[in-house]
DNA sequence: CCTAATCGTTAGGTATGCCTAAATAATATA
DNA sequence: TATATTATTTAGGCATACCTAACGATTAGG
């Protein structure tokens, strides 16, 4: 797998911590596909920077900026698999794919894609055009009546 | 700046070549943010992938693996750029934050807002759903007709 | 309780992409 | 042509995120 980024740590990090309480090393690991000492490192760091609260062989637990930062992430991954499947993609690809993107979209576009599939998915009947794109995907025609 | 990648050395020589027909060490650099040694290093190891042929002193040239390549990035730049653009964010900026995340977007998700892009640019009209998704970010209001 | 199996950490090493400082090649100027 | 300026490369380091191998702690079974 690609690098990944202490941001994915964190959300793992909640991830676990929202199942059993405590973020343990070998769960973070597996979680992950990375081997334990990695992780190791990797908290160790992370408590340096204030984010989590490790004690060691019992695991870790984010602190509050830890969680805040986790919380923001997971917005921006809901918003972005939202968007995906929308367009067409199944759900579980939209979430690989969103898992990909997440850490690399940022401010006004971030925004901007919020407002977007919210404004879609609060419309007061799914909006016609989407049902229209995902034909013209298959058939690359677009509807006869079309305006 | 961040960390660049193999990809964004590729899409700097390509535009560079461009216009100059050989992109020269200390152009790409200031291109990219870089001190020079960064490229020097960095086109040894782009040339023994065979992506770029490298004469030192001279500068660099796509080879034909490295320039199909770098055709690819750009399209799917241009693809994110203008869907960002759609959305109401301005041109510059959009350029920007596709410069982020092309290199993140891949696959099924890739082709698909392509596919997105394409049937909004291509319709018979400019569609009444988008001015109203910006007016909704502006004003948090839906129009009042809307079906 | 004590040993065995499991889980976690420490130690040491790899790869990547960046840097500064110093040496060398190319180019422009006197 | 000789020298000064500029461009590029080489040499040596730093930081990050990963790994394997070896050691230490914890937990479970006998």
């Known amino acids: 797998m690609r690098k990944l980024t202490k941001e ?11 199942e059993n309480g405590r973020a343990k090393t070998g769960h973070i ?3 992950m596909g990375v081997r334990p000492p990695s992780v190791t490192q990797m908290l160790a760091k992370l408590q340096g920077e ?16 830890g969680a805040k930062i986790a919380r923001e992430l997971m917005a921006r991954h809901r918003v972005i698999a939202n968007f995906l ?11 690989k794919d969103a898992c990909a993107m997440e850490h690399h979209m940022t401010g006004e576009s971030a925004v ?11 419309a007061p009947r799914d909006p016609q055009w989407v049902g229209k794109f995902l ?3 298959e058939t690359g025609e677009r509807e006869c009546g079309e305006k």
């Open 8 to 18: 994915e740590y964190i959300e793992t990090i909640h991830v676990l911590q929202k």
């Open 29 to 31: 690991a597996e979680h």
């Open 50 to 65: 204030g984010l989590v609260e490790y004690e060691p062989y019992l695991g870790a637990r984010l602190t509050p900026a």
């Open 85 to 95: 499947v929308i367009l067409g993609i199944d759900r579980e690809a939209a979430e």
């Open 112 to 122: 901007r894609l919020k407002k977007f599939v919210e404004f879609i998915q609060t």
């Open 135 to 137: 034909k013209y995907c």
